[in-house]
């Protein structure tokens, strides 16, 4: 296994009391750095124009590429551009692009990219949600145009729906796109019955639903449309604020939850896609409940890569 990071993506600042900070991308390296030392980590490229125009129209690349020289700047009431935002962005794209080049080439079978800022709402022409590129999103098209997968999964358990990546691959048959997520929470889509073209299965959860309602949706619908889908590579969009503790949401998730199913995906990645899993870092809002939940993921994420079970424990 691979990580991949960069230190901009720390320098991407929000303002003052944001609650995508920088020191949750630091409570993510501080814990997994202590749990497994022996990860080997990758420092991550620049995203290229031409990468980002697979998924993105050059508009929205003008905005967040030009941040203010000094503070920030907001793209809209939640999402803000600071002098340092470009670089994190850029990089943040390109960790999941090297990634997936690492997966696809055989270097690793599993690789995580912690990085931020997070990407699931950012569509095709649009900065949302705390996202300004579209991470994951890119990393398909680019598994899609330079790698000529035909099958490639998205599966998304952040506690939000990734509702950029959905719209950017509703009509492409060659990404399937799972998520489970919060009921009648920001951005307000991801309803059971968007199907796309077939390739979207949602499954929403409400307030308050915790392990029980959590393992449910994803044994009873998500893992069998997963399953029979037998993608060739398998993307996570990691968001860990379904935990209990988590600020900007009120589901009842802990890391043990987070765990459990990154191994499910795992043995499916190993039935269908050779083991083959990129995973970025998407939300996260309480700093103890972060750092858990990417421990609980990364040690499952090991444990299912054949060359890293040896350090899939926790230190």
């Known amino acids: ?50 990468q980002l125009l697979r998924v993105h129209d050059p508009e929205l690349l003008a905005s967040v590429l030009s941040a203010p020289l000094l503070g920030t700047t907001r793209l809209d ?71 000529g997968l035909a099958r490639v999964a998205i599966v998304d358990f952040d506690v939000h729906h990734g509702n950029g990546t959905q719209a950017i691959f509703d009509h492409e048959p060659r990404v399937l796109y799972l998520s489970s997520h919060q009921s009648d929470l920001y951005p307000w889509t991801g309803a059971g019955n968007e199907r796309g073209a077939g390739n979207i299965v949602n499954a929403l959860l409400p307030a308050g639903a915790g392990s029980e309602a959590f393992r449910r949706a994803w044994q009873e619908i998500l893992l069998p449309a997963l399953d029979a889908f037998g993608p060739q590579l398998l993307l996570i969009s990691a968001g860990f604020d379904g935990d209990r503790r988590d600020p900007l949401a009120q589901l009842a998730l802990g890391p043990d939850d987070f765990g459990w199913l990154t191994g499910e995906l795992s043995r499916l990645a190993a039935r269908h896609a050779q083991g083959r899993i990129v995973s970025m870092l998407e939300g996260g809002y309480d700093l103890h409940a972060l750092r858990e939940g990417s421990v609980a993921h990364v040690a499952a994420l090991l444990a299912g890569d054949p060359t890293d079970r040896a350090a899939a424990a926790p230190r």
């Open 1 to 50: 296994m691979l990580g991949f990071t960069h230190p901009a993506c720390l320098e991407h600042d929000t303002g003052a009391g944001h609650p995508e900070c920088p020191e949750r991308l630091g409570a993510v390296l501080e814990a997994v750095h202590e749990a497994f030392p022996d990860l080997e980590w990758i420092e991550a490229p620049r995203a290229t124009r031409g």
């Open 77 to 147: 009431p939640d999402t803000a551009v600071s002098p340092g935002s470009p670089e994190a962005a850029l990089r943040a794209v390109g960790a999941g692009i090297a990634a997936t080049e690492a997966v696809l080439h055989g270097e690793t079978d599993v690789a995580f990219c912690a990085v931020r800022p997070p990407g699931h709402h950012a569509t095709r022409d649009a900065a949302m949600g705390f996202c300004l590129f579209d991470n994951i999103a890119v990393a398909a098209a680019h598994a899609l145009d330079r790698f």
